[in-house]
Protein backbone atom coordinates (compact mmCIF):
# COMPACT_ATOMS: atom_id res chain seq x y z
CA UNK A 1 0.00 0.00 0.00
CA UNK A 2 1.56 3.15 -1.38
CA UNK A 3 0.70 6.53 0.69
CA UNK A 4 -0.95 7.86 -1.37
CA UNK A 5 -3.42 5.47 -1.51
CA UNK A 6 -3.46 5.61 2.66
CA UNK A 7 -3.74 9.25 2.68
CA UNK A 8 -6.64 8.75 0.07
CA UNK A 9 -8.38 6.31 2.35
CA UNK A 10 -7.54 8.17 5.66
CA UNK A 11 -9.25 11.73 3.56
CA UNK A 12 -12.56 9.82 2.54
CA UNK A 13 -13.12 8.25 6.15
CA UNK A 14 -12.56 11.70 7.36
CA UNK A 15 -15.04 12.67 4.69
CA UNK A 16 -17.49 10.05 5.59
CA UNK A 17 -17.07 10.54 9.39
CA UNK A 18 -18.07 14.51 9.01
CA UNK A 19 -20.91 13.46 6.81
CA UNK A 20 -22.30 11.13 8.77
CA UNK A 21 -21.66 12.64 12.21
CA UNK A 22 -23.05 16.45 11.31
CA UNK A 23 -25.78 14.76 9.44
CA UNK A 24 -27.11 12.57 12.30
CA UNK A 25 -26.35 15.53 14.52
CA UNK A 26 -28.83 17.90 12.66
CA UNK A 27 -31.28 14.91 12.21
CA UNK A 28 -31.58 13.98 15.64
CA UNK A 29 -31.27 17.57 17.55
CA UNK A 30 -33.05 19.94 15.05
CA UNK A 31 -34.93 18.29 12.56
CA UNK A 32 -36.65 14.95 13.81
CA UNK A 33 -38.04 17.25 17.11
CA UNK A 34 -39.11 19.50 14.53
CA UNK A 35 -41.07 16.53 12.18
CA UNK A 36 -42.54 14.80 15.13
CA UNK A 37 -43.91 17.19 17.22
CA UNK A 38 -45.12 19.92 14.35
CA UNK A 39 -48.12 20.93 15.94
CA UNK A 40 -45.78 22.57 18.95
CA UNK A 41 -43.19 23.49 16.69
CA UNK A 42 -45.95 25.28 14.53
CA UNK A 43 -46.09 28.05 17.92
CA UNK A 44 -42.61 28.17 18.49
CA UNK A 45 -41.15 28.97 15.08
CA UNK A 46 -39.75 32.12 14.00
CA UNK A 47 -41.11 33.44 10.91
CA UNK A 48 -38.28 36.35 9.77
CA UNK A 49 -39.48 36.38 6.32
CA UNK A 50 -43.15 36.56 7.14
CA UNK A 51 -44.02 33.71 5.12
CA UNK A 52 -46.36 32.16 7.47
CA UNK A 53 -45.37 29.69 10.49
CA UNK A 54 -46.50 26.62 8.77
CA UNK A 55 -44.81 27.28 5.47
CA UNK A 56 -41.54 28.28 7.77
CA UNK A 57 -41.73 25.09 9.93
CA UNK A 58 -41.98 22.75 6.45
CA UNK A 59 -38.57 24.60 4.79
CA UNK A 60 -36.94 23.91 8.56
CA UNK A 61 -37.81 20.47 7.96
CA UNK A 62 -36.51 20.44 4.50
CA UNK A 63 -33.20 21.45 5.77
CA UNK A 64 -33.23 19.62 8.63
CA UNK A 65 -34.72 16.23 8.10
CA UNK A 66 -34.19 15.68 3.94
CA UNK A 67 -31.19 17.19 3.40
CA UNK A 68 -29.43 15.64 6.33
CA UNK A 69 -30.54 12.25 4.85
CA UNK A 70 -29.09 13.13 1.27
CA UNK A 71 -25.46 13.97 3.08
CA UNK A 72 -26.17 11.18 4.98
CA UNK A 73 -25.53 8.77 1.85
CA UNK A 74 -23.25 11.11 -0.10
CA UNK A 75 -26.38 11.59 -2.82
CA UNK A 76 -26.00 15.90 -3.99
CA UNK A 77 -24.60 16.26 -0.39
CA UNK A 78 -23.06 19.66 -1.98
CA UNK A 79 -26.34 20.84 -3.18
CA UNK A 80 -28.04 19.65 0.40
CA UNK A 81 -25.64 21.31 2.50
CA UNK A 82 -27.13 25.11 0.89
CA UNK A 83 -30.23 24.83 2.46
CA UNK A 84 -29.14 23.96 5.83
CA UNK A 85 -26.27 26.49 5.69
CA UNK A 86 -28.84 28.81 5.10
CA UNK A 87 -31.13 27.78 7.89
CA UNK A 88 -28.24 28.54 10.27
CA UNK A 89 -27.35 31.99 8.78
CA UNK A 90 -30.69 33.27 9.17
CA UNK A 91 -30.92 31.64 12.50
CA UNK A 92 -27.96 33.20 13.27
CA UNK A 93 -27.99 37.07 11.73
CA UNK A 94 -31.54 37.49 11.62
CA UNK A 95 -33.35 35.55 14.22
CA UNK A 96 -30.66 35.53 16.81
CA UNK A 97 -28.60 38.60 16.13
CA UNK A 98 -27.85 39.49 19.55
CA UNK A 99 -26.10 36.42 20.11
CA UNK A 100 -22.41 37.10 20.88
CA UNK A 101 -20.01 34.22 19.19
CA UNK A 102 -19.95 31.99 22.63
CA UNK A 103 -23.27 32.12 22.44
CA UNK A 104 -23.97 30.85 19.06
CA UNK A 105 -20.83 28.73 18.67
CA UNK A 106 -22.72 25.86 18.19
CA UNK A 107 -24.50 27.38 15.48
CA UNK A 108 -21.04 29.03 13.71
CA UNK A 109 -19.77 25.17 14.13
CA UNK A 110 -22.27 23.72 12.08
CA UNK A 111 -21.64 26.31 9.86
CA UNK A 112 -18.03 25.23 9.39
CA UNK A 113 -18.43 21.29 9.86
CA UNK A 114 -21.31 22.21 6.04
CA UNK A 115 -19.03 24.83 4.12
CA UNK A 116 -16.27 22.10 4.98
CA UNK A 117 -18.72 19.47 3.31
CA UNK A 118 -19.84 22.08 0.17
CA UNK A 119 -16.03 22.62 -0.53
CA UNK A 120 -14.82 19.14 0.00
CA UNK A 121 -17.60 16.95 -1.50
CA UNK A 122 -19.04 13.87 0.66
CA UNK A 123 -15.94 11.89 -0.76
CA UNK A 124 -15.36 8.39 -2.49
CA UNK A 125 -17.48 6.62 0.39
CA UNK A 126 -20.50 7.80 -1.09
CA UNK A 127 -23.70 6.45 -2.83
CA UNK A 128 -22.98 9.46 -5.72
CA UNK A 129 -19.85 7.34 -7.35
CA UNK A 130 -22.24 5.36 -8.74
CA UNK A 131 -24.64 8.28 -10.61
CA UNK A 132 -23.75 9.57 -13.80
CA UNK A 133 -22.05 13.06 -14.31
CA UNK A 134 -23.07 16.52 -13.28
CA UNK A 135 -25.50 14.58 -10.55
CA UNK A 136 -21.75 12.91 -9.13
CA UNK A 137 -20.10 16.18 -8.59
CA UNK A 138 -23.42 17.91 -7.05
Do not use: N, Y
Not at 4 to 10: I, L, T, Y
Amino acid sequence: MTSSFAGDRAQDLGLLFLRISGALFVLFVHGLPKLLDFKTQLTLIEDPFHMGATLTLCLAIFAEVLCPLFILTGVLARLACLPILFLLLVALLWVHPEWSVEQGQFGWLLIILFTTLLIAGPGRLALTVRLPGALRHA
